[in-house]
């Protein structure tokens, strides 16, 4: 009996066309989510130059730009990173769950990877320990998923 056929992406830099566009709320954390991103993308063979940067006031503003940056045809993926820390009032809910809906939808309606790097996190040291320096740093985690959905996208 022989194995099925697998088809996968690699999370390669070269030749990848990928950007970033992150909340310039709670920028303590995202500035580190983007610090790893760039991190993730060196090490995947890409050139900072390369990759761009494009800076949304908050995670809720993110969908309409990662969309518009989708339907660029500019871009093989879109990083999307933020930020959103629990509150005493619902606007968490508010935020986390429409920005979450409306970069699925982009992403559906576009066809463009967009990954999801946008903590929702109850507390402050919750969202250190996801922006920190090391290999749990989700900015990074959210770039190679990038570039391995952008690969498989290609593929398919």
């Not at 991190?39 to 518009?68: D, M, N, S």
């Not at 660029?72 to 990173?81: H, I, P, T």
């Not at 040291?125 to 996801?130: C, G, I, M, N």
């Not at 998923?145 to 498989?152: D, I, N, P, V, Y």
Request: glycine fraction near 10%; hydrophobic fraction near 50%; charge should be negative.
């Amino acid at each position: 009996m022989s194995a099925p056929r697998l088809i996968e992406g690699e999370p390669a830099a070269a030749g990848r066309r990928i950007v970033i566009a992150a909340a310039r709320f709670n920028d303590l954390i995202v500035a580190s989510l983007i610090a790893g991103a760039q991190r993730a993308w060196a090490e995947r063979g890409g050139a900072a130059a390369e990759l761009t940067v494009v800076r949304v006031p908050g995670a809720f503003e993110l969908p309409l730009i990662a969309k518009r940056l989708a339907a660029s045809g500019r871009y093989d993926a879109v990083v999307a990173l933020g930020c959103v820390i629990r509150g005493d009032t619902p606007h968490f809910e508010y935020v986390a769950g429409e920005a979450a809906r409306g970069l699925q939808r982009a992403s559906l309606d576009t066809g463009v990877p967009i990954a999801f790097g946008v903590l929702t996190v109850e507390t402050l040291e919750q969202a250190l320990e996801r922006a920190g320096t090391g290999a749990d740093n989700k900015g990074a985690e959210a770039l190679e998923c990038a570039l391995e959905m952008a690969a498989l996208v290609a593929r398919l």
